[in-house]
């Protein structure tokens, strides 16, 4: 059973991601670009995690596209 709290290693390697190309590009990456980074090809397995990582406060949409998300923590 996993626990609630815990961040899975592929969660935490989207957020470094997410973090890291927010920091050298000035926005978030697309979908296809976190893939590509942590290993996903399939972009609904990317979007399933970044909805279970909004849905934990850990990052934010300021519109509809997963490209304007940003780091809450």
Same mark, same amino acid.
């Given at each position: 059973m996993?626990?609630?709290?815990?961040?899975?290693?592929?969660? =935490? =390697?989207?957020?470094?991601v997410?973090?890291?190309?927010?920091?050298e590009? #000035? $926005?978030?990456?697309?979908?296809? $670009?976190i #893939?590509?980074?942590?290993?996903?090809?399939?972009? !609904?397995?990317?979007?399933?995690?970044? !909805? %279970?990582? $909004?849905?934990r #406060?850990?990052?934010?949409?300021?519109?509809? %596209?997963?490209?304007? *998300?940003?780091? *809450?923590?």
């Amino acid at each position: 059973m996993s626990r609630p709290d815990v961040l899975s290693a592929r969660q =935490a =390697a989207i957020l470094r991601v997410i973090g890291d190309w927010i920091i050298e590009h #000035g $926005e978030a990456p697309t979908v296809r $670009e976190i #893939g590509a980074r942590v290993g996903l090809a399939s972009t !609904g397995s990317v979007a399933y995690q970044l !909805g %279970r990582l $909004e849905a934990r #406060g850990l990052i934010r949409r300021t519109g509809h %596209r997963w490209r304007s *998300c940003r780091l *809450c923590a």
